[in-house]
Nanobody, 126 residues
């Protein structure tokens, strides 16, 4: 299993970024997928989750309305569109493979994921 996150960078407050996660080594359409982030000195935080079909999504309250998760199972990719970025969005962002098809009530907890990508850095600063 490989998960390759990309798309991070340095942006100003209010800007947008789109993160991508390219997957290989497993059948993406069989699993929910999530995005997490971790800022220096803080715990890893669940950002968003998308079900295997893409029909159901979940978001942390801190990003709801600004971030949109999506997936293309044919292209083996999961994306996170981030709009209206704020300085406290600064973190390393990770994509992760779930353990079944549906994001459960604990989707935001790391043990609900089997595999992790290497992370991509997002820095929001003026």
């Amino acid at each position: 299993v490989q998960l390759q996150a990309s798309g991070g960078g340095l942006v100003q407050p209010g800007d947008s970024l789109k993160l991508s996660c390219e997957s290989s080594g497993f059948t993406l359409e069989h699993y929910y997928m999530g995005w997490f982030r971790q800022a220096p000195g803080k715990e890893r935080e669940g950002v968003s989750c998308i079900s295997s079909t893409g029909i159901t999504t979940s978001y942390a309250s801190s990003v709801r309305g600004r971030f949109t998760i999506s997936r293309d199972n044919h292209k083996n990719t999961v994306s996170l569109q981030m709009n209206s970025l704020k300085p406290n969005d600064t973190a390393t962002y990770y994509c992760a493979r779930g353990i079944s098809r549906l994001c459960g009530d604990r989707w935001f907890q790391a043990p609900e994921y089997a595999d992790w990508g290497q992370g991509t850095q997002v820095t929001v600063s003026s």
